[in-house]
């Protein structure tokens, strides 16, 4: 990781300065500093009314990220430098500012008047970009979402799960997500959904070997489809961290019925499965079952964690 471009106290200049020039509350700005590194700027202006963006130079293409996400009509105020020169910055819409080239490190304050304010969980699949995975549902998803209880700064190892991986890496935003991907094929689809959700915080990569992983933060939390290679999985995880939790997705019963003694054998407890079972109501009026996963959470030394 580099340094940043900006100081706190060039940061906070730049606040000043937009704080006096512009009608914009400072306590609901959104500070995204990728002087430094890539951060998840598109999620940010999605999801944040007033975002302030520090850029250094040669970073042009992010304007043009946002025009393809549809972010147009954003108010853009873009100023050069790492401290303000005391001028006017007029603000213009986002296609103002899509062939200026970034010469040195610029302040850009953007106003996006869709934004949620808000994150949001259960992306509908057609955000997704389609290729060889069947995504879950989003209503299913929700749920999942719902028992990783996603952390901001959270390192999550999620193996063949393409839009749970998408959707925590929105979510862990400070973090890391580990996205493990066998076939070629499905990585690059998880590349082409990183770079249509602007996500930079996401390593996809070919297996969960500790070999692999040993240049990635240590994830804290995985989520596995389960398949036949489920207890190599679940080996090669413990190895990197010995107190790693699980959440399990199989839509297999057979699978189902092995996981608890496997998970025994690991010194896996505290174990909890949950069925989802959702039925949507079709053209002709009748309620089609969607599949019906069961989810296996096994929350690792929760009792020890809380007397550390």
Known sequence: MKNSAFTNEQILSWMQYFGTQTAIDLE??????????????????????????????????IFYKLWDAGLGDCDVWLGEGLT?????????????????????PAAVL???????????IGLKNDNFSLGSVRYVGSEIRSV?????????????????GESIAVESAIMASAGKIIAVEYREADRALMESNCDK???NNVAIVENARPETLSGLPVPTLSFIVATGRLESEIQDLLAVNP?????????????????????????IHDTEITQIAVSKLDADNRFRPQPSPWLIACLLYTSDAADD
């Open 28 to 61: 609901r700005i959104k500070i995204v500093d990728m002087s430094r590194e890539d951060k998840n700027l598109l999620p940010a202006i999605h999801n944040f009314r007033t975002v302030l963006a520090f850029l250094d130079a040669g970073q042009n293409g």
């Open 84 to 104: 303000p020169d005391g001028k006017p910055i007029r603000p213009c819409k986002l296609p103002g500012v899509l062939r200026h080239d970034l010469t040195g």
């Open 243 to 267: 107190r790693m939790q699980f959440v399990v997705y199989t839509l297999e019963l057979d699978i189902l019925a092995k996981i608890p003694a496997l998970f025994e054998k690991y010194g």
């Open 197 to 199: 959700f602007g996500l």
């Open 110 to 120: 953007i106003q996006n008047p869709a934004a949620r304010n808000t994150a949001r």
């Open 144 to 160: 999942i979402m719902s028992m990783l209880h996603v952390d901001i700064q959270d390192t999550i190892c999620i193996i063949s």
